[in-house]
């Protein structure tokens, strides 16, 4: 039996009976959107580590597929942005899976009359075979789900999304990550590789997988502890911290310099001068901080390193920055 057998088993059972331990089931959702019931249900199988909803990304009725439709509950916001049939498009390989988010937004109908089934389609498949044409969707979003493959599958994955994203398409992704490399007996485990405890990349092995598929530019909306690992429990010699990532990556053009990557750094520039232009698009003023991504921040801190104060991410970015 492979490992994706092993998840497969694993999310047929917790979708006939929903387990309140898995991921962040026992969060609150994010209901806080005006004439939006989340059916309790929905709240019970809320099987994921963070929020890949983001209002600022889905103007204008976006067309979205969701991989791996879980419970339906994200599926369900996104159809709050996106009111007309088929523009959420839910692909998941796990038959019970398929059948309790059609229930659970049967439910959703009933309790929420801006909604209508009809707006998400529900589809067999999986991340490695999308069922999508080229360039035909606006964002694809997961959430704790592409944390569970290898990393040879997650380039699969990743590459298959670059591939039905429109240019300029979003991809956004909540996964674990891991504050250090995941010790080789974990990764091996299937059971807690399904779990979502055990196939954590580190940060900088994740973001490059995803520059690595080909997108551009990537911003960190939130980072956040998530589990932690015991030594008892997971035979470690030291307790290993899992972190939620939050992220929206962009298919464009990774530039010959670099991807830009926004972790919410600033530079500030000190002076002497009212400004400084760094002939490269990028103008300070005096004093006041400018949203820029780390590779342009490591670029004008080599450039001006008395007169230029870079401060620590926030992990937390939506945009704004002078890149």
């Known amino acids: 039996m492979t490992y994706l057998e092993t998840v497969a088993q694993f999310y047929s059972a917790v979708a006939q009976a929903p387990q309140a331990g898995l991921c962040c089931v026992q969060s609150s959702p994010l209901n806080w959107l005006p004439e939006l019931k989340i059916p309790q249900p929905m709240q019970e199988m809320n099987y994921?580590?963070?929020?890949?909803?983001?209002?600022?990304?889905?103007?204008?009725?976006?067309?979205?597929?969701?991989?791996?439709?879980?419970?339906?509950?994200?599926?369900?916001?996104?159809?709050?942005?996106?009111?007309?049939?088929?523009?959420?498009?839910?692909?998941?390989?796990?038959?019970?899976?398929?059948?309790?988010?059609?229930?659970?937004?049967?439910?959703?109908?009933?309790?929420?009359?801006?909604?209508?089934?009809?707006?998400?389609?529900?589809?067999?498949?999986?991340?490695?075979?999308?069922?999508?044409?080229?360039?035909?969707?606006?964002?694809?979003?997961?959430?704790?789900?592409?944390?569970?493959?290898?990393?040879?599958?997650?380039?699969r994955a990743l590459q298959q999304v670059h591939r039905v994203l429109k240019p300029g398409g979003r991809l956004q992704m909540s996964d674990p990550i891991a504050t250090r490399p995941v010790p080789p007996h974990l990764q091996q485990n299937e059971r807690l590789r399904a779990m979502c405890l055990s196939g954590a990349l580190t940060?900088?092995?994740?973001?490059?997988?995803?520059?690595?598929?080909?997108?551009?530019?990537?911003?960190i909306r939130a980072r956040r502890p998530y589990r932690l690992l015991d030594c008892p429990t997971y035979n470690l010699e030291q307790p290993l911290l899992l972190e939620s990532l939050d992220s929206v990556s962009f298919k464009i053009p990774v530039p010959a310099d670099g991807a830009c990557v926004f972790t919410g750094k600033t530079v500030i520039y000190t002076g002497p001068e009212d400004a400084f232009d760094d002939?490269?698009?990028?103008?300070?003023?005096?004093g006041i901080p400018a949203a820029v991504c780390d590779k342009t921040a490591a670029q004008l801190l080599a450039l001006l390193p008395e007169k230029i104060i870079v401060t620590d991410s926030t992990w937390h970015y939506s945009g704004g920055g002078c890149c």
């Open 203 to 219: 940060y900088q092995e994740y973001i490059q997988r995803i520059i690595n598929a080909g997108f551009g530019q990537i911003e």
């Open 48 to 155: 994921g580590c963070g929020s890949t909803l983001h209002p600022q990304e889905l103007v204008n009725q976006p067309t979205i597929l969701y991989i791996g439709v879980g419970g339906g509950l994200e599926a369900l916001q996104f159809a709050y942005f996106s009111r007309r049939p088929g523009a959420v498009i839910a692909v998941e390989p796990v038959a019970a899976m398929r059948e309790a988010a059609s229930r659970n937004l049967e439910i959703a109908a009933r309790e929420n009359p801006w909604f209508d089934p009809s707006f998400v389609d529900i589809c067999p498949g999986d991340a490695f075979n999308l069922p999508v044409a080229d360039a035909s969707v606006d964002i694809v979003a997961q959430n704790c789900l592409f944390n569970i493959f290898t990393p040879e599958d997650l380039t």
């Open 279 to 286: 002939n490269a698009g990028h103008i300070l003023q005096k």
